[in-house]
């Protein structure tokens, strides 16, 4: 995951708190490199044979914009190519498939 991110990385989804309020929730890259390290430890967060789509939406040059969708989620994620040649994710906004589950509970 700290590979393939940059140290810029905005990943936000809206979500609805406790009393039903919207708002934009927004996770960085020290949070995504510790939730990567231990989400799933146990090994029941996927499915078998999980679904994994990835779909190339544009890229021009060295940008580029990519859609991720597996079992329970979407990412729409902007990426960039360093001058060394590595591809960095920079920004991901992301949802449920089922959306009530963006609640607080």
Request: overall charge negative.
């Amino acid at each position: 995951m700290a590979r393939g991110l940059d140290k810029a990385l905005k990943k936000r989804t809206y979500w609805l708190n406790a009393e039903g309020k919207e708002f934009i929730m927004e996770t960085d890259y020290d949070f995504m490199v510790k939730l990567a390290a231990s989400y799933n430890e146990k090994g029941d967060k996927f499915p078998e044979h999980p679904r994994v789509d990835i779909k190339i939406l544009d890229i021009d040059q060295r940008v580029a914009s990519v859609k991720l969708t597996v079992d329970d989620w979407i990412d729409y994620m902007h990426l960039y190519q360093t001058q060394a040649g590595e591809c960095k994710i920079i920004n991901v906004l992301w949802q449920f498939h089922d959306t009530d589950k963006q609640v607080s509970r």
